[in-house]
């Protein structure tokens, strides 16, 4: 890999991670929960409504709001972060071809 791949690999590593947690903040998974009329409530609302009335545990839409108010765990900027790395290396690739 050259390195102006690997800079662009680096750079959404460190993007990915560091905006994720404002990401979850506008999508309306907040501190203090989740807020009304936002994108989480809506998902968590179409949810509820397509497993009966709960939240299947384990669930994407059951760990957001726990990330929003305690932070995303160290396994999960992980993943963030190699998504991130995998989209700066692609745009970072895409950017440096020639013809």
Same mark, same amino acid.
């Given at each position: ?15 990915a991670?560091? &905006? ?5 903040? +506008? %999508?309306?998974?907040?501190? @203090? !929960? /989740? *807020? $009304? =009329? #936002?994108? &989480? ?5 179409? +949810? %509820?409504?397509?497993?009966? @009335? !709960? /939240? *299947? $545990? =384990? #669930? ?8 929003? %108010? ?7 900027? $992980? ?5 991130g ?15």
């Amino acid at each position: 890999m050259d390195p102006v791949t690997l800079i662009g690999a680096g750079v959404g590593t460190v993007g990915a991670v560091v &905006a994720a947690p404002a990401v979850l903040a +506008a %999508a309306g998974f907040t501190a @203090g !929960g /989740i *807020a $009304a =009329g #936002s994108i &989480a409530s809506y998902l968590m609302s179409t +949810a %509820a409504v397509a497993n009966g @009335g !709960g /939240i *299947a $545990a =384990g #669930s994407v839409v059951a760990t957001l709001p726990a990330a929003g %108010a305690a932070g995303i765990p160290l396994a999960g900027q $992980a993943v963030v972060g190699a998504l991130g790395a995998a989209v700066g290396a692609i745009a970072s690739m895409a950017s440096n071809c020639t013809s």
